[in-house]
């Protein structure tokens, strides 16, 4: 018999709201960021759940973009309004129907489904991190919460997407996520967290 690995889920609470765009520009390069984070310290991610809410959608679009992977899904049950039972339902099918092969989702939702599942408190574009020994520790609610805070867009950030918050104000989302992707896509690993 293989040893189990350890099985992760990840909460993300979405960016905050932009004036003429679904989450604010400057939070659309910060989400990317906290998927570069996620990417770099745990296995890869099967899928990113999210709201069908446009603040949600957008900022699952752009932590997607950072993780490496295009396979997002929109569920119902991850909308701010649904009750407890379907948003506990969704997950513990979803687990039930996991394989082997899986150890990590993400999930970009908002602040009172956070809240409905017990976790902490997160501000726009935190994430919860669920750490269990494997996936029947995570069913049985068996795990360690961590909180990931929102990543800074230093300096060096902004150089290398050749962009500054002035320049950000007249791109659409569409051509900032094809500005990141086209001068961004780096998978070094970051140093500074260790999921537990």
Not at 40 to 69: D, K, N, Q
């Amino acid at each position: 018999m293989t040893p189990q690995t350890k099985f992760y889920l990840s909460f993300g609470r979405h960016e905050r709201y932009g004036s003429d765009t679904p989450i604010e520009r400057e939070d659309m390069i910060a989400a990317f960021l906290t998927g570069r984070q996620l990417k770099a310290w745990l296995p890869e991610c099967a899928t990113v759940y999210h709201s069908p809410l446009a603040r949600a959608v957008e900022t699952a679009r752009f932590e997607a973009l950072g993780m490496e992977i295009e396979h997002l899904l929109c569920v119902e049950a991850l909308e701010e309004s649904a009750p407890k039972f379907v948003v506990q339902r969704f997950i513990n099918e979803l687990l039930n129907y996991t394989d082997e092969t899986v150890q990590y989702y993400h999930f970009v939702t908002h602040l009172p489904i956070v809240e409905k599942l017990g976790l902490p408190f997160l501000g726009a574009g935190e994430v919860c991190l669920l750490t269990a020994e494997n996936k029947d520790e995570m069913l049985a609610e068996n795990y360690k919460v961590q909180v990931i805070k929102k990543p800074e867009i230093s300096a060096e950030i902004w150089q290398k997407l050749a962009l500054t918050p002035e320049s950000l104000r007249t791109l659409s989302a569409d051509e900032i996520y094809l500005q990141i992707k086209s001068k961004y896509q780096n998978t070094t690993r970051e140093k500074g967290f260790e999921p537990l």
